[in-house]
């Protein structure tokens, strides 16, 4: 599955007295990737059944910037920042998967050059799939319609079919399913250490598996508001249009961030709950029931990030990889 949709874009709030950063989270092959404020940590399970962990600082540069609190430009700079890393974080949970392989007498691993590669086509894939495929075929399906908003709802009808029925049809592969089992597997911990829960498998199994500030939330906001602004546009000749699609997109994400942002913190609202539920609901496609084994990586990755920030006294992980081992299956 393209890291378009991998990348989970979750801001947690937290009900304690305590001041803690805010964290995000990933889904990757085997395993979830947690963020803070300072400090990321993955935690994957091996094919001996280990939990890999691994640990790194946030660049200083983006996250403790002036601009990372700037309204709008943050959103540019983090959702770019959080592409990269849930690359980074992918390409380490695809690395510890094929650890035993080897070609040639040498162990087999996935470089930077592939990471990089597979950014580009994942976001060409995103924009072209979402974005440009749909308004060519709003074009051709659409010539006899008159107004801008019209020809705008029609081509975001479009989009939001192919984007439910791309869900619809990923859901269906066994490895895209059990992705998403690691997804709903970080909502809940996350949801869990909200409210205040033992991290522990089976009292963090009662949790929900949708949380208000999912990516999968985040992504459904741009494709609705993409209609209004590609309305206000109008219908100039179809190589602006396509052109306006490619440019807007990460504008129009930057403004969702933000809406997403101000929603979660409200969201025990009845008002805001009612408004954001419909577009919670989604989220149903891209998580599924996760196993205890899945929460125990989930709940590890939580707490090597918490660990790491001085937030709690368990011993912080060093950046780089260590095994902890293997759990009772």
Request: hydrophobic share 50%; glycine share 8%.
């Amino acid at each position: 599955m393209p890291s378009f949709f991998r990348i989970v874009l979750l801001m947690a709030r937290m009900s304690t007295p305590l001041k803690l950063p805010t964290y995000g989270g990933q889904a990757v092959i085997e395993g979830v990737m947690m963020r803070g404020k300072k400090q990321l940590c993955v935690a994957v399970r091996n094919p001996k059944g280990e939990i890999v962990l691994h640990a790194e600082p946030l660049p200083r540069r983006v996250y403790d910037s002036p601009l990372s609190n700037f309204p709008f430009l943050r959103g540019l700079i983090l959702l770019w920042d959080m592409l990269i890393l849930g690359m980074k974080t992918l390409m380490f949970s695809a690395n510890v998967a094929v650890e035993d392989l080897e070609e040639d007498g040498e162990k087999v691993e996935i470089g930077s050059g592939v990471m990089y590669g597979m950014l580009v086509l994942s976001l060409a894939f995103g924009i072209g799939l979402f974005f440009v495929v749909p308004l060519l075929l709003a074009h051709v399906v659409g010539r006899s319609i008159n107004g801008s908003f019209a020809a705008s709802l029609l081509e975001g009808v479009i989009r939001l079919a192919f984007f439910v029925g791309y869900l619809l049809l990923m859901g269906r592969l066994p490895d895209i399913r059990r992705t998403f089992m690691y997804h709903g597997a970080e909502h809940k911990t996350i949801n869990a250490f909200e409210d205040n829960a033992a991290l522990e498998p089976e009292s963090v199994q009662r949790y929900s598996t949708i949380h208000p500030r999912c990516g999968t939330t985040l992504l459904l906001f741009v494709l609705v508001i993409a209609i209004f602004v590609f309305a206000a546009i109008g219908t100039p000749p179809l190589p602006v249009r396509v052109v306006s699609r490619v440019l807007c997109v990460p504008l129009i994400a930057a403004v969702c961030y933000e809406w997403i942002r101000f929603a979660a913190k409200h969201i025990e609202h009845p008002l805001m709950h009612a408004f954001m539920t419909p577009a919670m609901a989604l989220q149903k496609l891209t998580t599924r029931e996760p196993e205890l084994r899945q929460l125990e990586v989930s709940i590890a990755a939580l707490r090597a990030v918490i660990a790491a920030e001085g937030l709690e006294s368990q011993p912080a992980p060093v950046a780089g990889s260590a095994a902890l081992a293997p759990q009772p299956g």
